[in-house]
């Protein structure tokens, strides 16, 4: 009987761990027509809290088609105040060695403050066509 009081205890703390520990974040992906990213992505986030801190991950996946091994790319951010910052960030993605598509995350910016409530804009767009990216997008974690 007392084992299986320790169970139940062990279990409960257990789900209690998981639930806590759960990071809010929001993932926006856009999927490409046919396997080239050779034009803008625009993603839209909204910010309801001017105070938190931030990570922000570019997401990508790509197929065996992809030959590059880095992916230059400008990324501009538009805040609710009409205030614009554009930068260039190089993405080093590695070869595949098999069939299946892969996806990997880059870290754009660590313990970002969005200083301003309301939508923000973030446009990635690529310095050439790159053959073999299936989807491109953003990660925001709080």
């Known amino acids: 009987m007392r084992s299986i009081i320790r169970h139940i205890l062990l279990l409960a703390v257990v789900a209690i761990a998981m639930a806590c520990n759960t990071t809010p974040r929001t993932v926006e992906v856009i999927d490409h027509e046919g ?15 001017s105070l938190l801190k931030r990570d922000i991950k570019i997401v990508v996946r790509y197929d065996r088609t992809y030959k590059a091994d880095s992916i230059a790319l400008r990324v501009l ?13 190089v993405l080093r993605v590695p070869r595949l060695n098999d069939l299946r598509p892969e996806e990997q995350t880059f870290v754009y910016r660590s313990n970002v403050v969005l200083k301003h409530k309301g939508d923000y804009l973030f446009r990635l767009t690529p310095e050439t066509a790159v053959e073999g990216i299936a989807s491109v997008g953003l990660i925001i974690e709080e």
Do not use: H, K, R
Not at 79 to 84: G, H, K, L, T
């Open 77 to 89: 951010t538009v805040a609710p105040d009409s205030m614009v910052l554009e930068e260039p960030f």
């Open 35 to 49: 396997s080239v990213w050779s034009s803008a992505e625009e993603i839209y986030y909204t910010n309801q809290d």
